[in-house]
């Protein structure tokens, strides 16, 4: 019993460290989204690793996408 309670809280303090640690050496969900919110570095990423489309479908797709997170 104690194992499995231990073991829990390990995975619910790792579980709070990959989403919320503000450290800018570490991989977490926090950090990931304040890079996303950086549109330089969204359009670097779309012009290399998304599927070639026509300049002006790819204008509405870069529009389309950032309109939620500008609110």
Same mark, same amino acid.
């Given at each position: 019993?104690?194992?499995?309670?231990?073991?829990?809280?390990?995975?619910?303090? =790792?579980?709070?460290?990959?989403?919320?640690?503000?450290?800018?050496?570490? $991989?977490?969900?926090?950090?990931?989204?304040?890079?996303? =919110? =950086?549109? &330089?570095?969204?359009?670097?990423?779309?012009?290399?690793?998304?599927?070639?489309?026509? $300049?002006?479908?790819?204008?509405?797709?870069?529009?389309?996408?950032?309109? $939620?997170? &500008?609110?």
């Amino acid at each position: 019993m104690i194992l499995r309670h231990s073991l829990f809280l390990s995975c619910t303090q =790792d579980i709070a460290k990959l989403s919320f640690d503000t450290n800018k050496r570490t $991989p977490s969900i926090k950090n990931m989204m304040a890079a996303v =919110d =950086d549109l &330089s570095l969204v359009s670097l990423l779309l012009e290399r690793f998304a599927i070639r489309q026509l $300049p002006s479908a790819r204008k509405r797709l870069i529009q389309r996408l950032w309109v $939620p997170f &500008s609110v």
